[in-house]
């Protein structure tokens, strides 16, 4: 039986949620049955990691990249669609906004055959203005008309796509992210990866991994630690991540005097190791589809305070699993992580409970594959 063409398209590699879930679907995938090319921007911090799978056909586009810019992303237009009429693709599957919208109309244009679109959150939400809203809804409509199957990563998403008109309720299909669960169980690393950190014996350890963009809400962390610090003295704050924010995050922590209580990493590759060191997670977004550090959090046995974004609740159980605050409440935020640190018995509950949701087989990395896989057979079927 012939192999299939199967292109993946996803506008950067950077470490961030739907990049390692492709990158941990693309290695689990059955390289017997498939053909593999991914198209993605000349650079990312996860470029090294995609060049290493064997048998990847990667292309690093010198045009794609987040922002919008008619001349670059016409070319890049004009590079996926050559690409794919060069490799005869029978199959393009899309993650991320950009790359989402120019991978299905290049796809559509080649006339392939099927045509996939992962949803790792909605391009438009309610912190953008009216007209961009009104924008990037109508641009998902329109390429939801020609795209096969929408796959959402929560039913919060798929709620939230039907209740925009993108696409019908058939089109839709929910897929979880799946975890190595076992790879987070080791606490052997625990002193070490404190002590890489300037962590001592007595710190409680409050972390956060994001990219530093306003979706990720960084700077409300700071104003929480600088809360946090003022009655818990032996607190410090780890944030895990780079970006558009850094340096008016670097110029806040000064201006509140945290210098001694927040340490920036700047991206890890190392998360099992760094998750290790945390005594609780604790993340600030706006807006999410549903949260991959979340889920890697529970798997690392690390109680979560996290806001309440939508899908977070389908993995995040208030009071039970976790804990979830109102959106930009901070007051709230505080609250929990200072109530969650003086209550050991409500931490180690935490941590049991989250482990049992996260070790099930609906967040299981072979589900996902497996699942992955079905949605292929089945359009390769009708095709």
Not at 303 to 331: C, F, S
């Amino acid at each position: 039986m012939p192999r299939i063409n199967l292109l993946y398209v996803i506008t950067k590699l950077e470490l961030g949620g739907a990049q390692k879930q492709l990158i941990s679907l693309i290695g689990g995938l059955d390289k017997e049955r498939y053909n593999i090319f991914l198209f993605t921007a000349k650079d990312g911090l996860l470029i090294n990691e995609a060049s290493a799978i064997k048998g990847l056909i990667l292309k690093q586009s010198r045009f794609l990249e987040r922002p919008i810019n008619i001349f670059k992303d016409v070319l890049a237009f004009v590079e996926i669609l050559s690409f794919i009429k060069k490799n005869r693709i029978q199959i393009v599957h899309t993650h991320s906004s950009k790359a989402g919208i120019l991978g299905r109309i290049a796809a559509r244009v080649a006339c392939v055959p099927a045509i996939i679109h992962t949803v790792h959150g909605w391009s438009f939400h309610d912190y953008q203005p009216r007209l961009a809203n009104y924008f990037y809804t109508t641009l998902e409509k329109i390429c939801a008309t020609f795209t096969n199957k929408l796959v959402v990563v929560s039913s919060f998403d798929k709620e939230k796509g039907l209740k925009k008109l993108v696409g019908r309720e058939d089109q839709y299909i929910i897929i979880r992210y799946g975890i190595k669960g076992n790879e987070f169980r080791d606490q052997s690393m625990r002193s070490a990866a404190r002590r890489s950190l300037g962590l001592n014996e007595t710190d409680l350890a409050i972390g956060t991994v994001a990219c530093f963009k306003p979706q990720k809400s960084p700077l409300d962390f700071i104003k929480i630690a600088s809360t946090i610090k003022k009655s818990i003295p032996n607190t410090k704050f780890i944030m895990v991540g780079d970006g558009l924010l850094r340096r008016k995050a670097e110029v806040l922590i000064k201006r509140l005097d945290l210098g001694g209580q927040i340490i920036l990493t700047g991206w890890r590759n190392d998360m099992v190791f760094v998750l290790s060191a945390l005594d609780i997670f604790v993340l600030t977004s706006l807006w999410e589809g549903l949260p991959i550090a979340v889920l890697e959090a529970m798997a690392a046995g690390v109680p979560v305070v996290a806001t309440d974004t939508g899908g977070i609740r389908e993995i995040i159980e208030n009071g039970k699993t976790g804990y979830l605050v109102k959106v930009g409440d901070r007051q709230s935020m505080q609250n929990r992580v200072e109530a969650l640190l003086k209550d050991r018995q409500k931490m180690n509950e935490f941590i049991r409970l989250s482990r049992e949701k996260v070790n099930s087989e609906e967040f299981l990395l072979r589900r996902m594959v497996k699942d992955t896989e079905k949605v292929y057979s089945t359009l390769g079927e009708r095709s």
